[in-house]
T-cell receptor, first 116, second 111 residues
Framework: NAGVMQNPRHLVRRRGQEARLRCSPM?????VYWYRQLPEEGLKFMVY????????ESGMPKERFSAEFPKEGPSILRIQQVVRGDSAAYFC??????????????FGPGTRLTVL | SQQGEEDPQALSIQEGENATMNCSYK?????LQWYRQNSGRGLVHLIL?????REKHSGRLRVTLDTSKKSSSLLITASRAADTASYFC???????????FGRGTSLIVHP
């Protein structure tokens, strides 16, 4: 049973470009969470999704950031017109249905975004 | 502001010694979890302790929870070089299903 997969592992973008980060949850998991981690910091919650629904996006900036989790395919975190301050590690986590985020989350290896 | 704050920020010990990390939080919680993060990797869940529990063990890990002091500790006994990592506590409170992470304790175990 493969774990949570994220790609790409490293992404370099110039200011103003778009960044697309992908996350495939563990098999059978229907809850996906995105977090951002700055160097020497803990994880900051961004958004919580279930299939085709955004449940909580309170941690996601209102502008330039969007997320989706379609019926088929991976969850996508999209950052438009990236700025240097977007440089960070972005982690995806998943949990099984019925857990509603309570308890253990399974994390992917992260995507390290560098904005030049 | 952070719900959970780990202490110390960094800890350096010799292999075989015990490592103790603490986590303090501000509001009442449903549960508290500890995660480990190796450099450049994602987080790995270590242990979850519920608000009505006081102590839990898992292998060389021992977690305590004192809800009156709003604090938890993670003890790693007989540490190994492979335990070198950052350790984070995460709390879930009220009706929130989103864990709130602290800044972490960076543990270095010297062989």
């Amino acid at each position: 049973n493969a774990g949570v997969m994220q790609n790409p592992r490293h992404l370099v973008r110039r200011r103003g470009q778009e960044a697309r980060l992908r996350c495939s949850p563990m098999k059978g998991h229907s809850h996906v969470y995105w977090y951002r981690q700055l160097p020497e910091e803990g994880l900051k919650f961004m958004v919580y999704l279930q299939k085709e629904n955004i449940i909580d996006e309170s941690g996601m900036p209102k502008e330039r950031f969007s997320a989706e989790f379609p019926k088929e395919g991976p969850s996508i975190l999209r950052i438009q017109q990236v700025v240097r301050g977007d440089s960070a590690a972005y982690f995806c986590a998943s949990s099984p249905p019925g857990r509603g985020g309570q308890g253990e989350q399974f994390f992917g290896p992260g995507t390290r975004l560098t904005v030049l | 502001s952070q719900q959970g704050e780990e202490d110390p920020q960094a800890l350096s010990i010799q292999e075989g010694e015990n490592a103790t990390m603490n986590c303090s939080y501000k509001t009442s919680i449903n549960n508290l979890q500890w995660y480990r993060q190796n450099s450049g990797r994602g987080l790995v869940h270590l242990i979850l302790i519920r608000s009505n529990e006081r102590e839990k063990h898992s292998g060389r890990l021992r977690v305590t929870l004192d809800t009156s002091k709003k604090s938890s500790s993670l003890l790693i006994t007989a540490s190994r070089a492979a335990d070198t990592a950052s350790y984070f506590c995460a709390t879930e409170s009220g009706g929130s299903y989103i864990p709130t992470f602290g800044r972490g304790t960076s543990l270095i175990v010297h062989p």
